[in-house]
C-alpha cells in the first residue's frame, strides 16, 4: 500500500463528461479521461483494507486493492498483469459497468467517496494497449472442438477461456459482427464500437474461429464438436400488450438502439424502415439503462422533447434506508442522456395507445401507488384512478427481457450469460462465462 493517509487527503475526482452543447452533435463517447497524474492520485486513494468488500461485490473477483497500488507506482504492466488475471476484456468493463465495486467501497460506505475503480481499470487497460503490453498468444492445441453459439460477452469470454487453454473454437453468431449487445444494443456514445473489434483482432489472431450470418437452431446444433456452448441471450423483449398496440410509431428499444448502431457502422436503411426521433415527441417507457440509451439516442436524432416514465415510485437521491449495504443501493441515478434533456415521471402506468390515422399520437397513463406489505413482502401496486395522457410521436419500450425456455441440454451441451441467468449485467455474464468454461473444461479433460 503506496499512501495510506492519501484518502484523507485527495477527494475523489471523475473524469466527466463532455460539454452537453458538444456532445449531443455526435455519437462520440462523451465520457473524458484524467491525466496519467491524477489518475494515480486516484489510486493511491486506494486504502487497501483488511477486508476489501471491491473484491467481494465484484461477480469477477478483481483484486482491487493490488492493481491499484501498482497503478500508484506507476506500474502499469503489473496492474494489467492483475487486472486481466480476473478480468478477461476490462476494455468492456472499464466503460459500461455500473461497478458493483464502488458500491461496496469502504470510502463509499463512510464518506460517499469512493475509489474511482471503474475509471482506474479502463486506464490501465487502455495503457495496456498503447505500450504493447497485449500480445497476441499462441495456446497449443489438445485436439478437442468446441462450439459456442452466440459472440456477446458470454460467450466470448468462454470462447476466450477455452482457446487459451487449447481447445479449437468455433464461434456462431446470428449477426454480422461480434459483440451482442455490447454492438448492437449499447450505444456508441457509451462504448464506442472500435474498442470491440480491437479485441476481436486479437481474438481472431489467437485461432478463434468466427461465423457470422448463421443462426443455430439449439435443439439441433452442428455436428462435429466435443461440447456446446449456448450464450445466445435474452433476445425477446417484455412487450406491453395495451390497447392500440398495433399503432405505427411503437418500437422496441432495441429496434431504434440496434438500427443506429448500424447506421453507425455505415449500413442503410430504406426511409420507410428507419426509426428515428427526428422532429418527434418521443415517450420511453422503462426506467432502467436501456431507456436512458434511447434518451441519449432521441436526442442526437433530433428529437423535440423525450418523456421517460417508470412505474415504480422515485428512488431516494444518495442513500436509501429500505437498501442499505450489503444490498445494492437503490438511488435516484441520472446518466449523462439524463442531462442532457429529459422529462422523467415515476409510478405512472400505460393503459392504453392513442392514435390517429394508425399512428400513434400519445399513451393513456394512470398513476399508481404502491402499498407497502406489513410482513415484509413485495409492496403492492394500487391503480388511483388519476388519468392522463402523455402526447407522443414515437414511443419506445424499455421494460426489459423475458428469460428464454430451453431444453433439457445433452452432458455436453452448457449454457451461460443471460441465457441461463436471465437480463443482467455484463459483468455477470462475463462471470458467468469463465465459470462455464471452467465446467466444459473439466467435462472434457474426464
Known sequence: MGDPKAFLNIPRQEAGYRPVSERITDFSQVEQTLNTNSRKLQASRCMDCGVPFCHWACPLGNKQPEWQDALYKGKWKEAYEVLSST?????????ICPALCEKSCVLKLSCNQPV???????????????????QVKSPKRNGKKVAVIGAGPAGLVVANQLNLKGYAI???????AAGGLLRFGIPNFKLDKNVIDRRIRILTAEGIQFKFGIEIDVNHLP???????????TPTARDLNIPGRELKGIYFALEMLSQQNRILAGQNFPKDKKVN???KKVLVIGGGDTGSDCIGTSIRQGATNVTQIEIMPQPPVGYNPSTPWPQWPIVLKTTSSHDEGCIRRWCLASQQFIGKNGKVTGVEIEEVEWI?????????????????IIEADMVLLAMGFLKPEHPQPAKNVFFAGDVATGASLVVRAMAEGRKTA???DAYLSK
Open 87 to 95: 478480468c478477461d476484456f476490462p476494455e468492456f468493463t472499464g466503460r
Open 116 to 134: 474511482t475503480i471503474r475509471e482506474n481499470e479502463a486506464a490501465i487497460v487502455e495503457a495496456a494497449f498503447r505500450e504493447g503490453y497485449i
Open 170 to 176: 468455433t464461434l456462431f453468431d446470428k449477426d454480422e
Open 223 to 233: 455436428e462435429g464438436f466435443d461440447a456446446y456452448c449456448i450464450c445466445t441471450g
Open 277 to 279: 426521433a427526428k422532429g
Open 372 to 388: 407497502p406489505s406489513p410482513n415484509g413482502d413485495k409492496p403492492t401496486m394500487k391503480l388511483t384512478g388519476k388519468k392522463e
Open 438 to 440: 471452467t465446467k466444459i
